[in-house]
């Protein structure tokens, strides 16, 4: 895993940055410490990690997020609760995110301007148990997440 030479710790940092640039990080509600020194489990409360310091919980709820979902979100492969809640999130929702993130149980998208369908790929998320999309722009069923 290379302590932060390359593997999984690098590709982390990567994702987690990527999200300060596409949600306009210089323009949420407060600064959190994010994209500071030292390892990024440690820059704010809207990241939590696991003993392993893998990104397993993201809740940036009401933070004026703005721009779109980035599709190297997906990247966070441990990932098991995502809370976008009560922002201004624009564009659809990247099928990537139930092709990799297999291991999310909660999403929360409400409250955001979202549009498009929700991506087919979100059957293969077999360990979601809580989906909230309401109050977005969203066209389509959602049926098929509900299976089985």
């Known amino acids: ?19 300060w ?9 407060k600064d959190f410490g994010y994209l500071g020194d ?14 392993d310091r893998r990104v397993t919980i993201l809740d940036f709820f009401h933070v004026n997020l703005s721009g779109s979902i980035p599709p190297d979100l997906a990247l966070l492969t441990s990932l098991q609760e995502l809370n976008l809640d009560f922002n ?11 092709t990799c993130l297999h291991s999310l149980r909660e999403i929360d998208l409400r409250s955001n301007s979202l549009t498009g369908t929700l991506p087919d790929s979100f059957r293969n998320l077999e360990n979601l148990e809580e989906l909230f999309l309401q109050k977005n722009d969203l066209t389509g069923t959602f049926d098929f997440v509900c299976d089985g």
């Open 1 to 19: 895993e290379g302590g932060g030479c390359g593997g999984y710790e690098l590709v982390q940092r990567y994702a987690v940055a990527v999200l």
């Open 21 to 29: 640039f596409a949600f306009g990080g210089w323009n949420w509600y």
């Open 38 to 51: 030292g390892h990024e489990c440690d820059w704010t409360e809207v990241i939590k990690c696991d003993e």
């Open 88 to 98: 201004s999130i624009t564009g659809t929702i990247p099928p990537s995110i139930g």
